[in-house]
């Protein structure tokens, strides 16, 4: 009888000739062998499907697939996988990346030993160093920093918290709770996160470096106005809308924005487009205070801090909704100093 792998991988591939050999061989160089790569030609017009079929002659564990009709998009090349998948665990991987030889050792591992854990991640490491910004910079520290589970939780309307291709998930939970990947437009990768977390799953990252993000002109995240600054705004408002209007509702409180700088008024539109109730904005540049804030018809108050820390967290909820460098961390130091309790009084979007 032949034995079920462990962890079906699930690779998304278009056009991805000039890297697709050297990510599949870091996926047969893995220290743990029992998994099926499942790779999905979403139309390509490169050399992608010879290369593929010969990638498949030399080792029956790598399985290829085509989504019908052409060019179907990430998130039908994922579940049409997910469908055909016959692992415990899910795997992500992309065509142009690089993983570790240990990283699904390490990430199994993890996952067996944690059963209250849905997934994992890892840290990663962009390359070529020539084509990250200060920008890409920032973002990877940022990530790769939250460790545990309540970190990433914490962090999660902040920005993407896991790269996609190095997630590890548990089959059962992909497919019965999460219903695998949504297509609405939107960041696949977050949309996903931000799901587990609504449902109160829980996801670690493996502190170790266990796989190379390439970075490159033709890659999704800058060609697809899916992963947009405003296909990401949409997302975060959506299911931050949610969780703040389950909050106030549960608790009676009023909806503040710690901010009325861009970042806040533009978090603030969006969120009323996605059903929250906005009460005003709270600030600390004296300059700001007393002005009122319109947009999408409505008008909103600027108060101080010192006006909102009156208050209190019997009547009031707080989103940190600054996007300069290093705001957030002063804010949470600011709020946690006056008695604020993240999460059950306040919580960051920037």
């Not at 056009?15 to 998994?35: C, F, H, M, N, Y």
């Not at 299911?239 to 389950?246: G, I, K």
Request: hydrophobic letters at 45%.
């Amino acid at each position: 009888m032949k034995i079920e792998p462990e962890i079906s991988v699930l690779m998304p591939v278009r056009d991805a000739a000039p890297w697709l050999v050297e990510a599949i061989e870091s996926i047969r160089g893995q220290t743990t062998k029992s998994w099926e790569l499942l790779a999905v030609d979403d139309g390509s017009r490169d050399e992608t499907a010879q290369l593929l079929a010969e990638l498949a002659g030399r080792d029956e564990r790598v399985r290829v697939l085509a989504t019908s009709d052409g060019r179907r998009g990430v998130v039908a090349a994922l579940n049409l996988a997910l469908a055909e998948a016959r692992g415990r665990f899910v795997a992500r991987m992309d065509a142009d990346d690089v993983a570790d030889p240990s990283r699904f050792e390490r990430q199994l591992s993890r996952l067996v030993a944690e059963p209250a854990l849905e997934a994992v991640s890892c840290r990663v490491e962009g390359f070529p160093s020539s084509a990250l910004g200060e920008g890409m910079r920032r973002y990877l520290d940022w990530q790769n920093a939250l460790i545990e589970p309540d970190e990433l939780r914490r962090d999660r309307f902040v920005e993407a918290s896991i790269i996609a291709p190095t997630l590890m998930i548990r089959a059962d939970y992909l497919n019965e709770t999460l219903g695998g990947w949504l297509d609405d437009d939107g960041p696949e990768d977050w949309d996903l996160i931000l799901r587990l977390h609504e449902a109160r799953g829980r996801i670690a990252r493996v502190p170790e470096t266990l796989h190379r993000w390439r970075q490159h002109a033709a890659q999704a995240t800058r060609t697809d106005s899916r992963y947009d600054a405003d296909s990401l705004l949409a997302t975060r408002a959506r299911y931050l809308a949610r969780y703040l209007t389950r909050e106030a509702a549960r608790q009676r409180r009023s909806v503040w924005l710690l901010g009325a700088g861009p970042v806040g008024k533009t978090l603030a539109e969006s969120l009323t487009h996605h059903g929250a109730e906005i009460a005003g904005f709270a600030e600390i540049d004296p300059r700001k205070i007393g002005n009122i804030v319109q947009r999408a018809g409505r008008k909103w108050p600027v108060d101080s801090m010192n006006a909102l820390l009156a208050a209190g967290t019997t009547s009031c909820y707080a989103v940190a909704a600054v996007g300069k460098a290093g705001a957030r961390e002063r804010i949470r130091s600011f709020m946690s100093a006056a008695g604020w309790v993240e999460e059950r009084d306040f919580i960051a979007a920037a």
